[in-house]
């Protein structure tokens, strides 16, 4: 701040230069005016040199490192745009920086602000304000907030603990909570809008060793690669069918703030995957109920009614079929497929249903069995956990997490034991070819034409484009024909 109070010497000095000189005022009075008005003018000058200082410190915090693969899905604080009432124009210039802390659980604000030594008095003050705009039984556990300290401008922060400034947090991607200090013991609170706009990315490229790797390597983030790993598990068997050099091709969004930070992960528009010369290609598409599916070129609905693999990262173990069991020694039907997986690797739900069974079950171990639509079941064994609050009687979701693999019951090691009951026989869920859940009508078929184009246009210029952070403006008409 000092260099700054510096430079507002020189501009002065310059101005001075087309100054007349001094034998062409008439009087003792016009000297004295033109002086005053030189000396207002350097006043107003070094003032709004020491907000402007104080603004661009403060947001730069914020501009700097727009690291796009270390994005994460959490949303990061914009700066806030300084509200400069006439209260705060009174106020002396001051110094701001924050700290981050987050909600644990069951915390609570308050608790949060006396943690950051904020005096009770204040921390009431500021909260007050707070509940006019927001209603802070909203906020969950995890919300991280920054909390603002401020101190005189062109003091060394080291010598100056700070005064509490005022906090700000963002409890969904499209809104931003800001307390600030007006005063002495006086608090403002804001609620501000933040405009998002969603820009399309593309991954593509060879994969080498697994579809994972390919698509983080081409930037997506670890939650949407699961998301396209789910996508392509209805069709593709990733531990048998995948080659080196099949090829990944994956349209994704991201939604950004005003200062270009990532606000919020977006979603798969398009993914394709060539593998061993097939093609399997699905587009996304707004449904009349408001869902969003995937479907394939012929509008045939990517989610099936039950997944071929409730589990990621799993190598297959033991087939289905007659085999010799490796505890009990005799030879019977082996009734599902093992997955050999670390102990906790996450167990989903193969298909929507309602929870027959859970518990353990004799050599079984930890065990649910799930009730699907069309007289299907399906059964997991060996557990090491249950999803918490699920019971008989619970619905579940396609993908939900129901649980842990471990190695409870029978088990030489930790797998899954994974079955599939069709009107209570087992069958080979490798070789199960269940319906799709919807099929496009002719109207909805006309409208992903129309997509299909808009996308190959869309995939084509990101490809062509030799920028790493390749990005479009959203084209609605391309995203969700209505
Ligand atoms: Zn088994």
Known sequence: MESQSDKTQDPIEQAGASRPSANVYKSVEDRLAAQQRRKRARLRFTITAFLMGGLISWMAADLLVPDIAKATLSAKPAPSTPVISDELRALPPMQRDYELDALGNGDTLAALLTRANVHAVEADAALDQLRSVYD?????????????????????????????????????????????????????????????SDRHFLADGLINSSVYEAARSSGMSPNLVVELIRLFSFAIDFQRDIREGDQLEVLYTRRFDENNQVAQEGDIVFASLTNRGKRYAYWRMLQEDGSENYFDANGQSVQRLLMKTPVDGARLSSRFGMRRHPILGYTRLHRGLDFAAPIGTPIYAAGDGVIQRIGTYGNNGKYIRIQHRNGYETAYAHMNRFARRLKKGSRVKQGQIIGTVGRTGLATGPHLHYEVLHYEKPVNPRELNVPPQRNLDATALADLAQLKIDIAEKVSGLAASDNSLRSLPRRRSALAPQ
Do not use: C, M, Y
Not at 186 to 191: D, E, G, L, V, Y
């Open 136 to 196: 802070v039984r909203r906020l969950k556990p995890g919300q991280s907030v920054r909390l603002h300290r401020e101190w005189p401008a062109g003091q060394d922060k080291t010598t100056h603990e700070g005064r509490f400034a005022g906090f700000d947090f963002i409890p969904v991607p499209e809104q931003k909570i800001i307390v600030r200090r007006t005063g002495f013991q006086s608090f403002t609170a804001i609620k501000r809008d933040r405009p998002l």
